[in-house]
């Protein structure tokens, strides 16, 4: 099974701030990685498909990058209602369909 | 949009089978290129997938669960199951219903709390 790690597992930071959230998968999964966010209570939601391709709907301020066994989700100028935990998810090897642990973000 | 729904019984024995199911409104379940799919969330913990089942009934269970996953698919109920066999505490979690499509889950449910205790 491929492993998906993510980190941090939590951070705190202020309204503006520019925030990064790391993914590494534990072999080559190409571009085969998305990002989805989930409110406390609510279903995830797809934010990033493909390692960098923004779902529609989704505010600009979020980005996603990498490839290969790195990848990175951003969001430009946090807002409070990006209050969440992220998770990465590949599919290049499946089964089974594997996710990260979680990165939970809070406001300081 | 494809709206999805988990419905079943919030309680179950140990041993016995966990039984849900999600009706999909908005769409077809007969829609070709959807995997029609289960995710659970033990309480506090991050997301495990658990299968998958296509139109064909072609299906695909994640290896590493203890419970024997059955994912089954009822087109003219516009509906799919997930059967859960021989439980344990350990399946306690939130079960998600979702719409698997090109690599992503595109489509939630809300989720369902069930929870294993005698």
Known sequence: DIQM???PSSLSASVGDRVTIACQAS???GNYLNWYQQKPGKAPNLL???ASNVETGVPSRFSGSGSGTDFTLTINSLQPEDIATYYCQQYDSVPPLTF???TKVEIK | QVQLQESGPGL???SQTLSLTCTVSGGSISSSGYYWSWIRQHPGKGLEWIGYIY????TYYNPSLKSLPTISLDTSKNQFSLKLSSVTA???AVYYCATYHLGFFDNWGQGTLVTVSS
Request: no cysteine.
């Open chain 1, 5 to 7: 790690t993510q980190s």
């Open chain 1, 27 to 29: 072999q080559d999964i």
């Open chain 1, 48 to 50: 990033i498909y493909d």
């Open chain 1, 100 to 102: 990260g642990g979680g």
């Open chain 2, 12 to 14: 179950v024995k140990p």
């Open chain 2, 55 to 58: 139109l064909s009934g072609y």
């Open chain 2, 90 to 92: 350990a399946d306690t």
